[in-house]
């Protein structure tokens, strides 16, 4: 069955390419070794059809060009995610020259069960035995030279975060893709009861036309993978459930746990061999950190510590730049004497300015803190304190990543939805994602309620917003079908943040913020003033009035703001700013229309982005769902909201 | 292959077999922090046992219990190195044999 290689190395700009995939665990610095790999050299996208990010990137060293694609990081090669499913068929079909198998030397163990699958799959590998120096900080010594032996691959020792073993990793992947060396890889055997089966589904299996190696496919079908039992006939199917039911028999658990447990036995002798306990573990300073933020109740007021003062640094932080950047502006306006050139002024350069001065003070502060936690990796501890509370709205703890990562934008947080494992469980936490209140509409809370109401009011509207997201959350897990999966979730080690990793992920968050919000400013600045000048708008203020003037006690020229706010939520007040040629809002809304305003921006319906973003996830139809119920909500509480504060006030 | 509806249990049917075998058998709720105890047997969800399985989770392994919220949260613990939470109704099915301290 050995599946000729294709000639993929081709010649382009005198250069020899090649292809190379990362594959391993989650957690195992695979993005860290890519990014050392390829620099700035990066594209992200899509799989094809998928919603699961796709990276790419390329070095050129010693005259070859490279390319890298970065495949998810997954513990196994079955079926049960999407990610798994898209990294073996990429490995499989696309054929790359060489798969970079990163594993963390700390985990050997549980990272060597996917080395043995990628074995399995005859893939052509060299591993990366990825954060040695952690591994030593546990005591643990892993021997690559005998582990390249034993596994039979290339084996070499890195440390990713500095950039250590990196050059000679490249060079042996090199060598491998022009096969200068060549791979005895260790036959993967089982025990003689299952071994006997996979012989004769290997049997069975010689007429089939499948692309996968036989021996592969004899095995996941005895494991029941569904996505191979497509790909063979019905018959082949039948033999294999009867055979792993005849080994459930004989052992007394299911075939694939048998399969599981052996290939654990088989890396219990490769550790055996190749890794050296060289210090008992000890609880270290981290530990005893980690100890404190997991706490059970100590965790907690450190959680909610972290948060409140994350919020109050972005509020006041944002504050004092933005006033800065206001004053700067302000002394550069030049004086302009044509109509047609304030209006171009006020517009474009407006919208120019309001972007400058409302969205940068807030959203970079923002996902550097959000980079900073993640760096970390403190987001997994507040995922394990507060999975008992997520479970009451169906989901569990994972779902407060894309919850955390909402208060900066929903794309993003929607598209982190898939880390849950249920298509149920990704809808709730993308539903209750919509309600979480953006940097965007932060913006319009910070900017109208906390600078001119009182900062206790926007706290109390962030806290009014949490109940409403429990809420919603709460009624998505009633009225949705399907299944929920409980939480299995791997903990990565505590560490300290490095400067260079925080900024670049910051960068990569606020990048596509920044290229798409700008042009949408200083355009949609211009088209309305130039609008309004030509008296269109007021009609379909009129228009509205009903529901804004009304039923919500706003301002008539809050319509058309509400409007372009589908567009981006600070639109809302961006708009009004440059109408009135200026950003002291008491001018325009009394206290109450500014909460009410506030309260209606936060919910009235997703952003265009976002609800793009839902459509691709869940359809046409749910993206409705969910805008149309956003709708309705905010424009009912909404009104109730006004009608209270005015009793109340 | 729905033909079965007794199979429902899931694929463990012998959990008597094998509480004949080793005797009392406690779920990872039931270990104190700090406790440890050999995997036996795996009860649930197939698709959730088998992910356990696949992180290494698998009859026995020594399992740690490192952490856990009261009140029906989570547990940590601590499997072939590595550290995994688990939620509570998952943890329920994985079922040990108190391991003492001294072997």
């Known amino acids: 069955m050995s599946a000729c290689h294709k000639p993929s190395s081709t010649k382009k700009d005198d250069k020899v390419s090649f292809v190379m995939a990362l594959a391993g665990n989650a957690n195992v610095g695979k993005s860290t070794l890519f990014n050392q790999l390829t620099g700035l050299h990066q594209h992200v996208g899509n799989w094809p059809g998928k919603t699961v990010e796709r990276r790419e990137g390329s070095l050129v060293v010693d005259g070859y060009a490279i390319d890298i694609i970065d495949l998810p990081g997954i513990y196994s090669l079955s079926t049960f995610s999407i990610e798994e499913l898209i990294s073996r068929e990429y490995i499989v079909f696309d054929r790359p020259d060489v798969v970079i198998n990163v594993v963390d030397a700390s985990v050997l163990e549980r990272n060597l069960y996917f080395t043995l699958q990628l074995l399995e799959l005859q893939a052509p590998i060299v591993i990366a035995l990825n954060m040695v120096d952690l591994a030593e900080d546990k005591g643990l010594s892993v021997d690559a030279k005998k582990l390249s032996e034993l596994l039979g691959v290339p084996v070499v020792p890195t440390v990713a975060s500095k950039g250590i073993g990196i050059y000679e990793l490249i060079r042996q992947a090199i060598n491998l893709a022009e096969h200068k060396i060549k791979l005895r890889p260790m036959n993967v055997t089982y025990s003689k009861d299952v071994e006997e089966r996979i012989k004769k589904l290997m049997e069975l299996l010689k007429d089939e036309n499948i692309y996968y190696p036989i021996r592969f496919v004899a095995v996941k079908l005895l494991e029941g993978d569904e996505d191979i039992k497509r790909r063979v006939s019905k018959k082949v199917v039948e033999t294999a459930e009867k055979l792993a039911k005849e080994i459930e028999e004989i052992r007394g658990i299911p075939a694939p746990i048998v399969i599981a447990s052996e290939r654990y036995a088989i890396i219990g002798k490769i550790i055996k061999e190749a890794q050296k306990v060289l210090a008992p573990y000890k609880i270290g300073l981290i530990e005893k950190i980690d100890q404190l933020l997991t706490h059970k109740i100590l965790g907690y007021l450190i959680m909610v510590a972290v948060f409140f003062s994350s919020f109050y640094a972005i509020f006041t932080f944002g504050d004092y730049l933005s006033t800065i950047l206001s004053e700067a502006f302000d002394t550069i306006k030049p004086s302009i004497i044509s109509v047609t050139g304030e209006i171009l002024w006020e517009g474009f350069f407006g919208g120019f300015i309001a972007g400058v001065t409302l969205l940068i003070p807030f959203v970079i502060p923002f996902y550097f803190l959000l980079s900073v936690l993640e760096d970390v990796g403190y987001l997994p501890r507040v995922a394990f304190l507060l999975d008992n509370v997520m479970h009451k709205v169906g989901l569990h703890g994972k779902a407060i990543i894309p919850l955390i990562m909402g208060y900066g934008c929903s794309v993003p947080a929607c598209y982190a939805c898939r880390i849950m494992e249920t298509p149920r469980e990704r809808l709730i936490s993308a539903f209750a994602v919509t309600f979480i209140p953006c940097t965007a509409r932060l913006v319009v809370i910070y900017g109208l309620v906390g600078t001119f109401v009182g900062i206790e009011w926007a706290y109390l509207l962030l806290l009014v917003n949490l109940v409403i997201v429990i809420g919603m959350a709460k009624l998505a897990f009633k009225v949705c079908p399907g299944e929920s999966m409980g939480l299995i979730m791997e903990v990565p080690p505590l560490r300290l943040p490095a400067l260079k990793t925080v900024l670049t992920q910051t960068w990569n968050n606020i990048k596509s913020i920044m290229y798409v919000v700008f042009p949408i400013y200083i355009l949609g600045g211009g088209i309305l003033a130039m609008l309004y000048s030509l008296n269109v708008l007021q009609p379909v203020e009129g228009l509205m009035a009903p529901l804004t003037v009304e039923w919500l006690g706003l301002p008539a020229y809050t319509g058309i703001p509400l409007l372009f706010g589908v567009v981006r939520k600070e639109m809302i007040i961006i708009m009004p700013a440059i109408l009135f040629g200026t950003t002291n809002f008491e001018l325009l809304f009394t206290p109450i229309q500014m909460i009410t305003l506030a309260f209606v921006a936060m919910y009235y319906v997703p952003c265009v982005s976002t609800f793009m973003i839902l459509k691709k996830e869940f359809g046409w139809k749910t993206a409705c769902y969910i805008a149309i119920s956003q709708l309705a909500f905010a424009t009912f509480i909404g009104g109730l909201f006004y009608r209270a504060l005015h009793a109340l006030l | ?103």
């Not at chain 2, 696949?54 to 919220?69: A, K, R, W």
């Open chain 2, 1 to 103: 292959m729905k033909n079965n509806g007794a199979e429902h249990s899931g694929p463990y049917r012998h959990r008597h077999r094998y509480r004949q075998r080793f005797g009392d058998l406690v779920s990872l709720l039931e270990l104190k922090n700090g406790q440890k105890g050999v995997v036996v047997l795996l009860e649930g969800d197939e698709k959730v046992i088998r992910r356990l399985s696949e992180l290494g989770i698998v009859p026995d392994t020594v399992v740690e219990v490192i952490n856990s919220i009261p009140f029906g949260g989570p547990v940590e613990i601590l499997v072939r190195g590595s550290k995994l939470v688990i939620g509570k109704d998952i943890a329920k099915g994985v079922l040990v044999r108190v391991e003492s301290d001294e072997e």
